[in-house]
């Protein structure tokens, strides 16, 4: 993983379209993990949509500096 916000950003950008494991830290002592797909990315946020049914597609959206500071880590499908 990339360890400037620039690099980190043009990494996701590579990868739009992949499937993704979001481990987020959820509070203390508590992990939340979330599969989706890398959907979007923005100038200082990028989007994942969340698997589900179809009918309620939800998206949640991280920032660079979460990645930045180990806030959350990405499994990308190639690296399950």
């Known amino acids: 993983?990339?360890?400037?916000?620039?690099?980190?950003?043009m990494y996701l950008e590579q990868r739009i379209g992949q499937s993704v494991?979001?481990?987020?830290?959820?509070?203390?002592?508590?992990?939340a993990k979330h599969v989706g797909v890398l959907e979007k990315t923005y100038p200082a946020i990028f989007m994942v949509s969340l698997a589900g049914d179809e009918d309620s597609?939800?998206?949640i959206s991280y920032s660079y500096t979460?990645?930045?500071?180990?806030?959350i880590s990405l499994e990308f499908d190639s690296e399950f």
Do not use: C, S, W, Y
């Open 57 to 59: 597609m939800d998206r």
């Open 21 to 31: 494991v979001v481990t987020a830290q959820a509070g203390r002592k508590k992990v």
């Open 1 to 9: 993983m990339p360890t400037t916000i620039e690099g980190i950003k």
């Open 66 to 71: 979460d990645l930045l500071i180990h806030n």
